[in-house]
């Protein structure tokens, strides 16, 4: 069992950057984050795997977002600079033991999420 708690959302003004912690609880496992806008499919955006030696990105955030991993203190984060009102969204992290990628289907645990809002 893996517990995930995200903390560091909130109000941010565009061009802003914003770093998301997603801290897990038991073994390590690849993590993923992804985001959410209401009424919307969620999109994965980010993974990295349980050792913090590879990671990967969806196309539409290359650049922009980072995520990295402090395998002691089994926390993830997930930098995101030059924040744009698009991306106002629920993001959320989620445990694999298969995968860091975009098969959101092998995700087993999920964090509660976590709103951003940016004001333009």
């Known amino acids: 069992q893996v517990h995930l708690v995200e903390s560091g959302g909130g109000l941010v003004q565009a061009g802003d950057s914003l770093r998301l912690s997603c801290v897990a609880s038991?073994?390590?496992?690849?993590v993923g984050w992804f985001r959410q806008a209401p009424d919307k499919e969620r999109e994965f955006v980010a993974g990295?795997?349980?050792?913090?030696?590879?990671?990967f990105y969806a196309d539409s955030v290359k650049g922009r977002f980072t995520i990295s991993r402090d395998t002691a203190k089994n926390t993830i984060f997930l930098q995101i600079d030059s924040l744009k009102p698009d991306d106002k969204d629920i993001y959320s992290c989620?445990?694999?033991?298969?995968?860091?990628?975009?098969?959101?289907?092998?995700?087993?645990?999920w964090g509660q999420g976590i709103q951003v809002t940016v004001s333009s």
């Open positions: 989620a445990a694999s033991k298969v995968t860091w990628k975009d098969n959101r289907h092998h995700y087993e645990y």
């Open positions: 990295i795997t349980s050792t913090g030696s590879q990671s």
């Open positions: 038991g073994r390590a496992y690849h």
